[in-house]
């Protein structure tokens, strides 16, 4: 069973920054995605960023320029670079990833990020 484990959520000042971690149980070289999506009560869950096995990123428009998606493949785990945070990046985050061999999506438990104004 695929595990993803967020850290590194908590409360920041507007214009501040943080770094999340997802570390997964296993390789990322078995999923051929992973990234980082966001969700606020009432609204559905939103991309953020992702990261193909090939390197490719992606971001949501509103994400580019501010946050960042990289990845440790020595040490399985994934991350979310966040600058120039704002109150509408208030959200739980969540890591997912999909396997290659099976297109299974996994999901992490989630990390809450409160930015305060």
């Known amino acids: 069973q695929v595990q993803l484990v967020e850290s590194g959520g908590g409360l920041v000042q507007a214009g501040g920054s943080l770094r999340l971690s997802c570390a997964a149980s296993e390789s990322i070289f078995g999923f051929d995605v992973m990234g980082w999506y966001r969700q606020v009560p009432g609204k559905q869950r939103e991309l953020v960023a992702s990261i193909s096995s090939g390197g490719s990123t992606n971001y949501a428009d509103s994400m580019k320029g501010r946050f960042t998606i990289s990845r440790s493949i020595a040490l399985n785990n994934v991350y979310l670079q966040m600058n120039s945070l704002g109150p509408e990046d208030t959200a739980v985050y969540y890591c997912?990833?999909?396997?290659?061999?099976?297109?299974?999506?996994?999901w992490g438990q989630g990390t809450q990020v409160t930015v305060s104004s």
């Open positions: 997912n990833a999909r396997a290659l061999a099976t297109a299974i999506v996994y």
